[in-house]
């Protein structure tokens, strides 16, 4: 079966203990399976947010602000 191709990256957060762990699941069922896209990763669990002073948070962020930009470029209907 062919996977479905997403035009667009997306924005992938990971979090924290059973959040992550349930995230990890649906990837690994519902989306690796059947679609080719782009994921940007960020880890937003605490021990990253220690060890980069929350610039990985400002990062994801700056990374939705950007991937906005595009949709909203792509999908504006005056």
Not at 4 to 30: S, Y
Not at 45 to 60: G, L, N, P, V
Request: charged share 30%; glycine share 2%.
């Amino acid at each position: 079966m062919s996977k479905i191709k997403v035009k667009n990256p997306v924005i992938e957060m990971d979090g924290d203990e059973m959040t992550r762990i349930i995230w990890q699941k649906i990837k690994d069922k519902l989306i690796h399976p059947y679609l080719d896209i782009d994921l940007k990763y960020f880890d937003l669990s605490i021990e990253a947010r220690d060890a980069t002073d929350d610039q990985i948070t400002i990062d994801a962020a700056n990374a939705v602000k950007k991937i906005w930009g595009w949709y909203q470029m792509c999908h504006h209907h005056p």
